[in-house]
């Protein structure tokens, strides 16, 4: 409690001569006199005289902190001198073992189910490899169960590897510690896997087939997809991986899943439609006067369709030589229409001749016609129908003597030309 014992301080006041005769004395000096030593008192509004209170909960709290804080302080440095201690003894217990273990594979250390604590790099290495040389992979589908080993299906394990990794080659006290598992690398030849499954299961399942566009009775058709059912080769590879790598026999169900097509139906519209455009095209060849005209169905057999597998990408060409021999072929019908017209109109005319004297013979000399444009006329007709752009082609064509020997094909001034024989 705090006491302020400071005395107020006082000014010196005039005395009062109280032995006046009472007569003598006003009330408007005594007032006077009152307010004199009001004036000279000094007025604070320090409370010197009002003890503090004391606050007990508060001081009880702080005392319980702080009690609190000593005893937390305490355990916390017993905890870290028994773990120092602990800390030391382990340092020390690993320091014996890793000079024990040197050159070896410490304690607690395996390959999958394999323990090689204790060995050394070929101890390691050996005992894996007769490990794998025993094992076999068994594939089940259904009722029916194969066998397969390692080296017939051209799998490797990498046994050197994994025996150099598993010996330490730098101290640490506390590696011993540890319970070590290493997986072994595998090496997988997924060609010969896949093919393994291609012929021993595979073979009895459905294949994917992607949309195609064909021929179909003189038309285009676009053949849908096909969606198949066989055993995944990679999902396959990737199981006998991780079992391997964990020096386990793998035993793998041949589940067959369904394999989608690369390629459908509705990826081929655009392709479809292209194709079909092109055989729409207007193609006119003119002879002389006649006209001749490819029908749909000799555009059809002109048209080359090549599909990438596994890709949308469609290719669609039309073979030069293929219409090269038509416009031969219709050249030459149309002469030979043109020669037996000819041969009844002499034959009319002999018949109606009344004079029994022999005609003269005929000596014409039958003459051949070339086609001096064959070649590009085949290419506009090409370029024609891949552009989907109308044509109308005009031949040339030019008479030789048949005394001129000629083959069916012939250079004429560099120009690769064609002959038809007619009959004059």
């Known amino acids: 409690m705090d006491i302020n014992l400071v005395r107020p301080r006082c000014r010196h006041v005039s005395r009062i001569n109280l032995a006046v005769d009472s007569k003598l004395v006003t009330s408007a000096d005594i007032e006077q006199s009152v307010s004199a030593i009001a004036e000279d008192v000094p007025i604070t509004t320090n409370k010197y005289f009002t003890p503090k209170k004391l606050d007990y909960t508060s001081g009880a709290k702080a005392h319980k902190k702080k009690r609190r804080l000593g005893t937390l302080y305490g355990s916390l440095s017993k905890a870290l001198f028994v773990m120092a201690v602990f800390a030391l003894i382990i340092m020390v217990a690993g320091f014996f073992v890793n000079r024990k273990y040197q050159g070896l594979a410490l304690p607690l250390t ?29 594939f089940v589908d259904g009722g029916l169960v194969r066998k397969a080993t390692l080296e017939q299906l051209d799998i490797k394990a990498d046994t050197k590897a994994i025996s150099e990794q598993a010996v330490p080659k730098r101290f640490n006290p506390f590696s011993y510690l540890n319970w070590q598992r290493y997986e072994v690398p595998i090496q ?22 992607d949309a195609s566009i064909g021929i179909d ?19 396959i590879v990737q199981q006998i991986k991780n079992s391997l790598a964990k020096a386990t026999e ?21 392709d479809f439609n292209r194709a079909n455009t092109m055989l729409q095209t207007a193609i006119t060849i003119k002879y002389g006067y006649a006209n001749i005209k490819p029908t749909l169905q000799q555009k059809i057999a002109w048209m080359q369709i090549r599909q990438e597998p596994g890709s949308t990408y469609v290719n669609v060409e039309f073979s030069k ?7 031969l072929e219709q050249v030459q019908k149309m002469q030979a229409y043109q020669t ?14 009344l004079t029994t004297t022999p005609m003269p013979e005929d000596k014409t000399d039958q003459n051949i ?56």
Do not use: C
Not at 250 to 270: M, Q, S
Not at 376 to 393: G, H, I, T, W, Y
């Open 188 to 209: 997988v030849n997924d060609r010969i896997v896949a093919g393994y499954m291609q012929t021993k299961f595979n073979s009895s399942k459905t294949k994917s087939e």
């Open 321 to 327: 030589g293929l219409i090269r021999a038509y416009i």
């Open 250 to 270: 793998p035993r793998i169900n041949v589940n067959a899943v369904t394999v989608k097509p690369k390629v459908g139906a509705i990826d081929l519209t655009d």
């Open 110 to 138: 395996y390959v999958g189910d394999v323990a090689i604590g204790g060995m050394n790099q070929d101890q390691i290495k050996k005992t894996l490899d007769e490990h794998y040389n025993n094992m076999a992979i068994t």
């Open 340 to 353: 037996a017209k000819k041969v009844e109109q002499v034959a009319a005319t002999a018949s109606a001749t």
């Open 217 to 235: 009775k003189n038309k285009l058709k676009v053949y849908g997809e096909l969606v198949g059912f066989q055993a995944d080769s990679k999902n």
């Open 369 to 424: 016609m070339i086609i001096e444009n064959i070649d590009e006329a085949a290419d506009a007709v090409v370029a024609s129908l891949k552009s989907a752009s109308a044509l109308n082609q005009q031949l040339t064509i030019k008479q030789i003597n048949s005394d001129k020997s000629i083959g069916a094909n012939t250079t004429i001034g560099g120009n690769t030309v064609a002959s038809v024989q007619s009959i004059r």
